[in-house]
């Protein structure tokens, strides 16, 4: 969007935004940590008056309740109420008129409305009780109707801010990517440390061991394996050698090597990923909250029922029209007090996300537990989330008894910088295998290592190495060898001189759970595809494995992103589920977005479902949550609405025609209790479910 500044400034439209109950920030310099800043601000705002609204309120409900006919109790209730209505409660207040100056209404004008007639009533009635005793009426207070009201819409409120304030916390991670200062080779040789704001295009910098990349560029002399999984998702370092690119973020391994710079700043594809995941997250309409869509219609009907009951008990009233008008029309507003209908999301709410963290499902946001249910595709991220994310050794296949071959293989593969070398190392040190002393070590790039003991030869590594070395691999082996490169497996090869001796299988496997979960996923009718770094090869073999039947290879985040969206264009409901850097745009893009807890904390953080289990089926019991969660809203709300709807006519004397019977306030009050009893019941049903 554009605006002609010759005819509107910034400052103009932020006062406009700021009238209507929101903000805009307009300081480009710190605008991330302003906006960060201020969520923190307004969260704490909000926590403090949660707090302090339920802890005035208790007593309340308890005097209101329990000991209506103490001395002085409805003083006490006033006393406690006024600051939990007024101070605490404003903000319902301030945004009510905000919404009623452009003619709208939601659910703080119902808050609003309700909760304001309700404490001038009651204030009325305890300091001018004898008006209704001389007309043999009982002066009924509602103070704590209106106290808790304010005490459970505050709490509601809490929990969407607490889901807000994750998002910031997520582009800052990923901003701490890039690191600060960088070490630039001069034009005569010298290395000088410079902050990483002042790269230019063409400088050349060193990377040394266990350093970031800070900025896009291509090696021009040394080598290394680079960590590359928050752009790949692959668990596996690339080995970089010169002309090879190296991105900003990625984590050097144990080489150094020297780049020069050829994108910086906001071109580097890290700063690509950071803007993407800050639009996917600006870019998403929240979704509008059913109760708001009530409130809309249910504020204005209930004020023209009002207007109409004292207009005619004034018109067709016999001597004590006027009494009857004003206790009636109050009791049409009071009665419409949203105490049930307040409880009725956050209750329902608050067990679902209890019911979630006992099936180890951590829900930050309660959008996306009412989402769920609708969800009719799923995207899985390969690595970490369908396989294990580690590589390891599936097969060991001994060609010799000879014990000492074990204990070099092991002091072989801890010499080696290899990636794969961790797998067999891992491997041999959980069977207790010893190292030995090695006359000779040798790597030997691309192809393996070699060493020497005892005067002979040995060497570890791919096929090539084993062919220029003339080790007899004989025809089974070789069909067994790619048999297991076909099941997407590394095959690494162990030789004695020119004799075969063992034959290591390595890969990253699924998980045990993943084919049930996808099985389970697909007869609910939901659609899964998997989205990797990983060439087509092996995301065919996992695929095949898992049972998915659609797959895209060779995918990088925004590729991931892209797809995501194009399903939400396509009329889908998605959920992404990820645990790497390079998921979190896509995971940001998605309806429902959903983690997997032992990854990247950037992904945990842009999620808003996190699995603290690395068990895939703790997806679908993820949705069916969701389902019975909506489901119990949709009754909460009906048993708050049922007493209105019943309620509001007996209050407006609709029956006084016919057997001269006016609503009592305290049945009133009463069957308020019972509204709320009702929907916290109800609520407290879904702790029995079974998932």
Not at 564 to 581: E, H, N, S, T
């Amino acid at each position: 969007m554009q605006y002609d500044s010759a005819r509107v400034a910034p400052e103009v439209l932020q006062q406009s935004v700021r009238s209507i109950g929101y903000d805009l920030l307009i300081n480009k310099e710190n605008q991330e940590e302003e906006h960060a800043a201020a969520l923190q601000r307004h969260y704490q705002q909000i926590k403090q008056r949660t707090i302090w609204s339920t802890t005035l309120s208790l007593p309340v409900v308890v005097i209101g309740m329990f000991f209506m006919n103490m001395p002085y109790g409805n003083y006490i209730m006033m006393a406690l109420a006024t600051p939990v209505v007024f101070v605490l409660g404003g903000q319902f207040y301030i945004n009510a008129w905000k919404q009623a100056r452009h003619g709208k209404a939601n659910m703080d004008t119902l808050v609003a409305l309700s909760t304001g007639i309700a404490w001038l009533f009651s204030v009325f009635n305890t300091l001018y009780p004898e008006f209704w005793h001389q007309r043999g009426l009982h002066a009924h207070v509602y103070f704590e109707a209106a106290a808790v009201v304010i005490a459970f819409i505050s709490l509601g409120k809490l929990l969407e801010e607490k889901a807000k304030s994750n998002t910031s916390s997520a582009i800052k991670k990923l901003m701490g990517l890039q690191p600060k200062t960088v070490l630039r080779v001069e034009a005569s040789g010298q290395i000088e440390e410079i902050p990483v704001a002042q790269v230019q295009v063409n400088d050349l910098l060193l990377v040394k061991p266990g350093e970031k990349v800070p900025v896009d560029g291509k090696v021009t002399d040394g080598g290394s394996y680079v960590d590359e999984s928050m752009i790949t998702g692959e668990p596996l370092p690339a080995n970089k050698q010169p002309g090879d690119k190296v991105f900003a973020g990625t984590i050097n391994q144990k080489g150094s090597f020297r780049f020069r710079a050829e994108k910086v700043g906001a071109d580097t594809l890290l700063a690509q990923i950071i803007r993407m995941v800050q639009e996917a997250q600006g870019s998403k309409a929240p979704v509008q909250k059913l109760v708001d869509k009530i409130a809309g219609i249910f504020v204005p009907v209930v004020i023209g029922i009002a207007v109409i009951t004292f207009t005619a008990w004034m018109i067709f009233g016999d001597e004590n029209a006027f009494t009857h008008a004003l206790l009636t029309s109050v009791t049409v507003l009071v009665i419409a007090c949203p105490c049930a209908l307040g409880l009725a999301t956050p209750t329902a709410i608050m067990v679902g996300v209890g019911k979630g963290a006992e099936n180890n499902i951590l829900i930050r946001d309660a959008e996306s537990l009412e989402l769920a249910h609708q969800v009719n595709v799923l995207v899985l991220d390969k690595t970490g989330t369908v396989t294990v994310g580690k590589p390891a050794v599936t097969d060991l296949i001994w060609f010799t008894s000879d014990e000492t071959a074990h204990a070099l293989l092991y002091t072989l593969e801890r010499q080696s910088e290899h990636p794969l070398a961790d797998a067999v190392v891992t491997y041999l040190q959980d069977k207790n295998v010893p190292a030995v002393p090695l006359e000779h070590f040798e790597s030997i790039t691309g192809q393996g290592v070699s060493g020497y003991y005892n005067g002979r030869a040995y060497y570890v590594g791919n096929i090539q190495l084993m062919i220029s070395r003339n080790v007899m691999i004989s025809k089974e082996i070789a069909a067994k060898a790619a048999a297991l490169q076909a099941a997407a497996q590394t095959v690494v090869f162990f030789a004695a001189d020119t004799l075969l001796v063992a034959v290591i299988a390595i890969s990253d496997a699924i998980k045990p759970s993943s084919r049930e979960a996808v099985a389970t996923l697909q007869q609910n009718g939901i659609e899964v595809y998997m989205l990797t770094g990983d060439n087509a090869h092996t995301a065919a073999a996992v695929a095949q494995q898992a049972g998915i039947r659609h797959y895209r290879a060779e995918v990088l985040p925004a590729d991931k992103a892209a797809f995501v969206k194009a399903l939400q264009q396509a009329g889908k409901v998605v959920a992404m589920a990820g645990d790497g850097i390079n998921d979190s745009q896509a995971l940001a893009q998605a309806d429902v977005s959903i983690a997997m807890g032992k990854g990247s904390d950037i992904a945990m953080d842009v999620a808003k479902m996190t699995l603290i289990t690395s068990d895939l089926n703790s997806i679908p019991k993820a949705l069916k949550l969701s389902g019975k969660t909506v489901h119990a809203i949709k009754q909460n709300l009906f048993w708050a609405f049922i007493y209105n709807v019943i309620g509001i006519p007996l209050a407006a004397g609709v029956l006084y025609p016919f057997n001269g019977f006016l609503l009592d306030p305290m049945i009133a009050g009463a069957a308020m209790a019972l509204s709320s009893v009702s929907v916290v019941s109800n609520s407290l049903r879904l702790k029995a479910t079974k998932l």
